[in-house]
């Protein structure tokens, strides 16, 4: 179906100040939202409060409100701009949180603007704890036993009913805020007290304990015609009981079986319509009993998430532009696959690589701070790398993480890998180093032993996953090489010697920038909105702009900022590698905060241009 002719204006809210659980990724997505709908026609009404996003860039929109994302502010833009719709799910859970109060308070009806992307009833139906129980219930798909208490009163049946561990989820609340898992009677008490505080609608929601088992996410689209599909499956290597973000993660996932993912892929499915989002993505969260194969649905977010900007990342599949189409209308055999251009969004991206994300986290700017990892989100950002094999990939995911202190491992002992920390991997490495075995390690942190025989190679001989091989550059397809690829996203691979390179370098000279690598306190997205607009310049001076960084979050990672892209850690040997293959005229140090500056003498030494500061 044609795009709908009755919307004319559509406000899109932000996601507001970074914060933990929401960051650059939805400077990303909404960036991709507005540029789409003013490609389709739309006037563009931005409401964010954040000024160092390029969203807020004038040109991304009709008018734009660097206000506060709140009732108040919003009700006054919706009644002077009079949109016809407003789109809230490219602006995470502030975004979904406020679209819904101004349901509830009567403005969208007075002032008849129209929730696109995501109805009333969708949203409250997925973040409702008590209203996503019943739905999922009423769809023959299974939960965690649980229990919804708004007092701690009826909180308490749960210890009765279900015993200690459990979990405490708050409603309507973003990165696990609130929540925790609650292995004593104290601190029930203080979590149950603290979710009741941090929820919107005073609720929580208490699960019987699944610590251990696998988790799994799917990146879900569906458009107004029920085409549904599935754009990535991600693995969290931590088993639950560590919040996603916090998790190491892998995609496609690497240890279901065949029939295992397609009952995955069929729930997600049924999540998808259940809930009733109709045209847009959604993220759902699995647990799966390595035991036994029961899988429980955890939560499902009706809107792009953080895991949505690493799905695209990790496939080039665009979830936050495609979801934008969808919300006016289109099909998603409507909407051209703008890597290849000769296939629709209906073809499900298929990769024949493999993707690492790793969190980072910045306790050591907060020393004393408790640095144990649980249901509530603790790091500020992640790098991602891409492989062929995983051991390339997580390789190239510890190189990215630009840790300011080596972590501590000289007391590497199994003990310590029993409760999830930041450091939790080094000391893992360091473990299998000492000579620990895999079972002994896996009976301690459940991690699948896949994972783990993987990473045992991985510390008992580094080079193993490079070894006889030659390094080459691959293309980021969506179709694992079946149609060719148009737009110039690549990553390194380690292949057999003569391997071709992917590469496609036009005529034009070239200008390297060099990214931000992860958020983290003191360098945020302040700095990739420099880089992206040094990649605007270069290329409007009539060069190549060619972009390296790691962070999956940002817009200068997105496929059409620069003319070549290189999702690679930004190390001194990765960066020279790509100097040598592109030979630019020079390489912009400058605009990626303290990252690249600490590469600017050693590139230098070795003959490479450095333009502006050097």
Avoid at 171 to 184: D, E, N
Avoid at 238 to 263: E, I, N, R, W, Y
Avoid at 430 to 457: K, Q, Y
Avoid at 499 to 523: D, K, T, W
Wanted: with cysteine; proline share 6%; aromatic share 6%.
């Amino acid at each position: 179906m044609p795009r709908r002719g009755d919307l004319q204006k559509i406000l899109v809210l932000g996601s507001g100040p970074i914060v933990i659980g929401q960051a650059a990724e939805f400077d990303y997505s909404g960036a991709q939202a507005c540029k789409v709908l003013l490609e389709e026609g739309y006037e563009v009404v931005l409401v964010n409060s954040n000024p160092a996003t390029i969203m807020t860039d004038t040109e991304f929109a009709t008018a734009t409100y660097v206000e506060p994302l709140l009732p108040g502010p919003v009700t006054q833009i919706i009644e002077r701009e009079r949109p016809d719709a407003l789109l809230p799910t490219l602006g995470g859970q502030t975004a979904l949180n406020l679209a819904k109060t101004l349901h509830e308070d009567g403005t969208l009806v007075r002032c008849e603007v129209e929730l696109i992307g995501a109805t009333y009833d969708a949203i409250c139906r997925a973040e409702d704890r008590e209203l996503f129980d019943a739905t999922m219930q009423a769809a023959g798909l299974r939960t965690a036993r649980n229990l919804i208490a708004t007092s701690y009163a009826e909180a308490h049946g749960a210890l009765a009913a279900f015993g200690l561990p459990l979990i405490v989820r708050p409603a309507f609340t973003l990165g696990g805020r609130g929540g925790g898992i609650a292995r004593s009677q104290a601190e029930f008490e203080s979590i149950v007290a603290g979710g009741l505080a941090a929820s919107p609608i005073g609720q929580v929601l208490i699960d019987e304990s699944v610590l251990g088992w696998g988790e799994f996410e799917l990146e879900v689209m569906r458009d107004a015609a029920d085409n549904v599909v599935i754009v990535c499956s991600i693995e969290n290597i931590d088993p639950m009981g560590v919040h996603t973000g916090d998790s190491v993660t892998v995609a496609p996932q690497q240890t279901l079986t065949d029939p295992q993912f397609q009952k995955l892929r069929d729930q997600a499915i049924a999540v998808i319509r259940a809930v009733g989002v109709e045209t847009g993505g959604s993220n759902v969260q699995f647990a799966v009993n390595p035991a036994t194969d029961e899988i429980v649905v955890i939560e499902m977010n009706p809107r792009v998430s953080r895991s949505s900007a690493l799905a695209s990342k990790a496939t080039g599949f665009p979830i936050a532009k495609i979801a934008a189409r969808l919300a006016v209308g289109y099909r998603l055999d409507e909407i051209p696959n703008d890597i290849t251009r000769r296939t629709p969004a209906s073809f499900e991206p298929a990769i024949d690589y493999v993707v690492v994300k790793l969190p980072r986290f910045a306790f050591e700017k907060f020393p004393g701070v408790d640095a144990r990892l649980s249901t509530h989100m603790k790091s500020v950002g992640e790098v991602m790398a891409i492989g062929r094999t995983f051991g390339q990939a997580f390789a190239k995911a510890m190189r990215s993480r630009e840790l300011d202190e080596v972590p501590d491992t000289r007391s590497a002992l199994p003990e310590r890998l029993a409760q999830p920390s930041a450091d939790r991997y080094d000391v893992m490495l360091e473990a299998f180093r000492r000579g620990h075995e895999v079972e002994e390690i896996h009976a301690i942190t459940h991690i699948d032993p896949w994972f783990l025989r993987r990473l045992r190679e991985l510390a008992l001989d580094p080079e193993a996953p490079f070894r006889g091989l030659e390094r080459t550059y691959r293309a980021v397809d969506t179709c694992a090489a079946e149609f060719e690829a148009e737009t110039p996203y690549y990553y390194s691979a380690w292949e057999r010697p003569g391997a071709r390179s992917e590469v496609r370098r036009g005529s034009r000279p070239s200008v390297m920038i060099l990214g931000s690598g992860p958020n983290r306190i003191g360098q945020g997205i302040e700095f990739d909105y420099c880089c992206v607009h040094a990649a605007m310049t270069v290329r409007a001076s009539g060069r190549d702009a060619v972009m390296v960084n790691c962070n999956p979050e940002t817009v200068s990672t997105d496929y059409d900022t620069s003319d070549r892209l290189y999702f690679e850690p930004l190390t001194h040997e990765d960066v020279l590698a790509v100097i040598e293959l592109e030979r630019p005229e020079g390489v912009i140090v400058q605009f990626g905060g303290q990252t690249p500056l600490k590469l600017a003498a050693g590139l230098q030494a070795a003959g490479v241009t450095l333009l502006g500061t050097s």
